[in-house]
Structure formats: structure tokens, C-alpha cells
């Protein structure tokens, strides 16, 4: 749940929107229900990753992601952009680290 996330300082609190929890549940509902109403080999590939979610927690970078999305269908755009980029920087810094990583190898 990204309220834990955001508790446990994995990821920043919402710096520029925020809305109430009902808001954020139905926000998320809603981003759920445009994924499964999509065609059937991507709306079983973003089930499958949700069912991961029980097994093992989501990355830092996929929370942010997720929130982004949520807060865009909440209609907070300028949240949104902050958490893409969060997540845009935790992608470089994965692959910067990856890319070293190799070098060494």
C-alpha cells in the first residue's frame, strides 16, 4: 500500500497535491478498471504484476509509478508529473548503478 511506503520513507509524501483517501481509493479503482478494459494480453500482463504485489512488495520506483497514476485519474496533474519524475530518477540511478556494476565485472 503506498501510504506505507510513504510511513516506512521509501517514497517522498505528495509535495504539490494531495486529495482525501476515499478520493485516492476511487482514483486507483478507476486506473484498475482502465487497465482491465483494455485488450486481453494487457490487461493479463498488469493482473499478473498486481498478483505479484501479494508475494513480494513492489519497487520504490513502480510505488511512484503507481501513484502517478492514481493522482492522474484523480486530476492532479502537477502530483503526477513530481511522482514520474521521482520515478524517472530512480530508473537513471538503477541503471547508472547496473551499468557500473558491468564495468566492474
Known sequence: ELREYESKGLIAPPS????SKQAKREAMFCHIKSWQS???????????LVTT????PMSVTIAYLMRAS???EAICFSQAIAD?????????QFTAESEESIKKT
Open 16 to 19: 504539490t497535491q494531495t486529495i
Open 38 to 48: 483494455m485488450a486481453p494480453p494487457f490487461a493479463k500482463d498488469f493482473v499478473g
Open 53 to 56: 504485489w501479494t508475494f513480494e
Open 70 to 72: 492514481m493522482f492522474h
Open 84 to 92: 514520474c519524475q521521482a520515478a524517472l530518477s530512480r530508473m537513471n
